[in-house]
C-alpha cells in the first residue's frame, strides 16, 4: 500500500492526466476547481497564495460538511443483506463478485491481477471494471464505521488506476510491465476503458463519495487522486461517446450524474449541458411512437426508461428538471405504459431478443420507482400495488404497432391467457432474427418461452453458444432451410379487435424470392389458430418451428399433434393443418436460458415441407387449453378453393361440435 501513491504519480504521467514536472497533483487538481464556487472561499485564498496542499485540505473539509445526499443512495440504512455482506467479505480478500453468471466468484489475487480473465466471455472481463462489490463496501462501512472497509476500498481504487492506464496517443501499441505481468495497453483498454464501463465508474464516484467521505482515510491525498479520476473519467467519455444505442444512453445520464453531484468543478457545467442534450435528442431517436425502445428487447427496453428515469430524478435533486421538457417526461410514461401492456399477469417478461427474464419481486420493485414519478397513472399505481390500488388499463388486447409488439389478452389476473407476439421493423445489436416468434402464457404458465439468449459476446465457444440462441430456428416462426431470416421488418396488415376474436395479419420478407404471412386469431378469448403461408420462387425445406416449457409432452408425429402432460390439470394441445400433402413433424434441439449463462433441456418440434416450386407452403396451428390429453377436444380444419384468395382468408374450424369461421 506504501507504494502506491508513488505508482500513482508515475499513473498521472503516463495518462497525460497531470504533469508533476509542471505542478503538483493538489495544484493540478485546484486548477480544476471552480474556486469561486459558494462555500470555497477559504479555499480560493489559499490557492492564491500558493498554499495548494492547504487548500486541498480546506476543500476536504468543504466536502465532508456539504450536503451530499444522493438519490440513488439510502445513507439511513442501519443493516446490510446477508448477499452485500458475503460481496462485501469475499472482496476483503479479493474475491470479486463480478457477474451473476459466474459463481461462486473469483479470486483475483494478493497482487490484484485486473487482467485475469478466467472464462474467455468479455462480459466476465468488461464487468470486471464495473467494481460491484465497491457499494457493499461502502454499505458495511456506513453501518459500521470499520475502518478496515474504507482502507480497503481506498487500496482496490489506487491499486486500479496504477494497473490499468489508458490507451492514447502517447502509449498507442504500448507494453507494459507491472507487478502482476505484462500488459497490452491498448488490448487492457478495450475492457477497462470501453466507454460504457467508464461511465458506471463514473457513475460510481458519485455514489461511493456519500458512503465514504466521512472516513478518516479518506483524506486530502485520495480526495486529490479522486477528483482528478472523476475529471479523468468524464472527459474520456466526452471524447469516446458510443455511437448509438443503450449505450450512449447510459454514458449520457452518467455524465450528468458527475456534473449534478460534482458541481463544484469547471467542467460539471458542460458535462451536465452536453448530456442533457444527448438524452434530449435520443429520446426522440430512440422511442417509438408507441412508447417501445427501438432494440426491442424487453429487458433492455426498462433498462431504458431507468436511465432517463435517474437522470430526471438527480435533475429534480439539483433543481435542474426544467431543463428537461415536458415531452421528455411523458415519453418516459408512454415506455412504462408498453411495459404494462406486455407484462404477463405474473409480471414475468417475453425473452424476445438479449431480454433475461424479470421475477414478480423485482418488476414490483420497478413499478414503485416509476410511481413515484408518476402519482397520478392509475395503471402504474395498480401495478406498484399489486392492485390494491389505482386502476387497470381500459383495454385487453392492444398493439405496439411501430415496434411490432401485438399482445391477446383476455384478462390481467393470474389465470388470464395472454399472447405477446414480436413482428417489427430491423433493430440493433440486442436483437436476434426472430420476426413472428411469440410466449404463450395460460392460467399462471408460460408455456412456451421464447429462447433467451444465454451469453452475450467472447471466444469462439462462448460465440457458439451465442450463435445458437439467435439463431431464427429456435424461434417460433418460419425458416427456409433452418438459416437464419435475410430480412426482419414485418409490416402490418391487419390488427382487428372483438369480443368473437382479435386477429393480426402481418408480413415479412424474410428470404430472398420468400415471403412469410402470418394470421393469428384470438378465438372466443380463449384458444389460438395461426396461419403460415411462405410464398415466392425460392425452393428448400420450408419449417414451422415452435418450443414448449420443460416437461415431457405426448407427440403425435403422424397426427401433426402435441400435448403438454402437466398434473394440474392446466394444459395445452398443439395441432397442425395443411393443404400440402408432404408436411411432415420432427423433433428438434431446444433450450430456454431465463438467466446469463443458465439453460434448460426443452421439446422442440418443426413442421417441415420440401417447397420443390413456387407453389405456396401453408400450414394452419390451433394450439387449444386442455385438462390433459385424454380429455382433448377433435379438432378439424376445413380447406377449400375459397380458404386463400391471395387478398384475403376465409378458414372453417370445427372443435367438437362447434364451428368457427375464419374471415378477413
Request: hydrophobic fraction near 35%; charge should be neutral.
Amino acid at each position: 500500500m506504501k507504494n502506491i501513491f508513488s505508482l500513482l504519480v508515475a499513473f498521472f504521467l503516463f495518462t497525460g492526466i497531470a504533469s508533476a514536472q509542471e505542478k503538483s497533483a493538489a495544484a493540478q487538481l485546484l486548477n480544476e476547481i471552480n474556486l469561486d464556487y459558494k462555500g470555497l472561499e477559504k479555499v480560493k485564498a489559499l490557492a492564491e497564495q500558493g498554499k495548494s496542499d492547504e487548500a486541498v485540505q480546506a476543500l476536504l473539509k468543504y466536502y465532508k460538511q456539504r450536503n451530499n445526499e444522493h438519490p440513488d443512495v439510502d445513507l439511513s440504512i442501519k443493516k446490510v443483506s446477508a448477499n452485500d455482506k458475503k460481496v462485501a467479505e469475499e472482496a476483503l480478500n479479493h474475491q470479486f463478485f463480478v457477474h451473476k453468471g459466474y459463481q461462486p466468484s473469483y479470486s483475483y489475487g494478493t497482487d490484484i491481477n485486473w487482467q485475469y480473465w478466467p472464462v474467455k466471455d468479455n462480459e466476465l472481463r468488461w464487468q470486471l471494471h464495473r467494481m460491484k462489490w465497491w457499494i457493499p463496501m461502502g454499505k458495511m462501512y456506513l453501518t459500521t464505521k470499520d475502518e478496515k472497509w474504507a482502507k480497503e476500498w481506498i487500496y482496490e481504487y489506487k491499486d486500479w488506476l496504477v494497473k490499468n492506464p489508458q490507451a492514447d496517443k502517447t502509449v498507442r501499441n504500448k507494453k507494459v510491465t507491472l507487478s502482476t505481468g505484462e500488459i497490452d495497453v491498448n488490448e487492457n483498454a478495450r475492457f477497462a476503458w470501453r466507454p460504457l464501463e467508464v461511465s458506471h465508474r463514473l457513475q460510481l464516484q458519485t455514489e461511493l463519495f456519500p458512503y465514504f467521505i466521512s472516513s478518516p482515510s479518506f483524506d486530502a491525498e485520495f480526495l486529490t487522486v479522486f477528483l482528478n479520476n472523476t475529471i479523468t473519467h468524464a472527459e474520456h467519455i466526452r471524447s469516446h461517446y458510443s455511437a448509438q444505442g443503450n449505450h450512449l444512453l447510459f454514458e449520457a445520464q452518467r455524465m450528468f450524474y458527475a456534473g449534478a453531484y460534482f458541481p463544484e468543478l469547471k467542467k460539471s457545467e458542460e458535462w451536465r449541458k452536453g448530456s442533457i442534450a444527448i438524452l434530449n435528442e435520443e429520446i426522440k431517436k430512440q422511442v417509438y411512437d408507441d412508447g417501445f425502445q427501438f432494440e426491442l428487447d424487453p429487458h433492455y427496453h426498462v433498462a431504458a426508461i431507468n436511465i432517463f428515469i435517474k437522470a430526471l430524478g438527480m435533475a429534480k435533486a439539483h433543481g435542474l428538471e426544467k431543463e428537461f421538457p415536458a415531452s421528455y417526461t411523458q415519453t418516459i410514461e408512454k415506455m412504462i405504459m408498453a411495459v404494462v401492456d406486455y407484462s404477463f399477469p405474473d409480471y414475468t417478461n417475453p425473452m424476445f431478443s438479449d431480454a433475461k427474464i424479470h421475477v414478480k419481486s423485482e418488476m414490483v420493485r420497478e413499478f414503485k420507482d416509476w410511481q413515484k414519478v408518476f402519482p397520478d397513472n392509475q395503471a402504474i399505481r395498480y401495478m406498484a400495488t399489486e392492485g390494491k390500488e389505482g386502476k387497470l388499463p381500459n383495454h385487453l388486447s392492444t398493439a405496439l404497432k411501430t415496434s411490432g409488439f401485438y399482445i391477446f389478452r383476455n384478462g390481467w389476473k393470474e389465470s388470464s391467457t395472454v399472447m405477446v407476439l414480436k413482428a417489427g421493423p430491423p433493430a440493433f445489436w440486442h436483437n436476434q432474427p426472430d420476426n413472428g416468434t411469440f410466449e404463450l402464457y395460460i392460467n399462471g404458465r408460460n408455456f412456451m418461452p421464447d429462447a433467451g439468449s444465454y451469453v452475450y459476446a467472447g471466444g469462439g465457444e462462448v460465440m457458439k453458444l451465442r450463435s445458437w440462441f439467435r439463431q431464427t430456428m429456435v424461434h417460433k416462426t418460419l425458416t427456409l432451410d433452418n438459416a437464419n431470416l435475410d430480412s426482419t421488418d414485418s409490416k402490418l396488415q391487419l390488427w382487428r379487435n372483438s369480443p368473437k376474436e382479435d386477429v393480426l395479419v402481418y408480413t415479412n420478407p424474410s428470404y430472398q424470392n420468400l415471403s412469410h404471412k402470418r394470421s393469428v386469431f384470438f378465438v372466443d378469448q380463449k384458444f389460438f389458430v395461426i396461419v403460415d403461408e411462405a410464398s415466392g420462387t425460392a425452393t428448400g425445406k420450408v419449417g414451422v418451428h415452435f418450443q414448449l416449457s420443460e416437461g415431457n409432452p405426448a407427440f403425435d408425429m403422424s397426427g401433426l399433434k402435441v400435448t403438454t402432460t402437466y398434473n394440474d390439470g392446466n394444459n395445452i394441445m398443439l395441432q397442425s393443418f395443411t393443404p400440402n400433402s408432404n408436411i411432415l413433424m420432427q423433433a428438434e434441439e431446444g433450450w430456454v436460458s431465463r438467466e446469463y449463462m443458465k439453460r434448460e433441456a426443452r421439446p422442440a418440434f418443426v413442421f417441415e415441407s420440401d417447397k420443390q416450386d413456387a407453389n405456396p407452403v401453408r400450414l394452419v396451428t390451433v394450439i387449444y387449453p386442455v385438462v390433459s390429453e385424454a380429455q382433448s377436444p377433435k379438432i378439424q380444419v376445413k380447406f377449400d378453393k375459397n380458404t386463400f384468395t391471395g387478398k384475403g382468408l376465409d378458414l372453417k374450424v370445427r372443435v367438437d361440435k362447434k364451428e368457427y369461421e375464419l374471415k378477413y
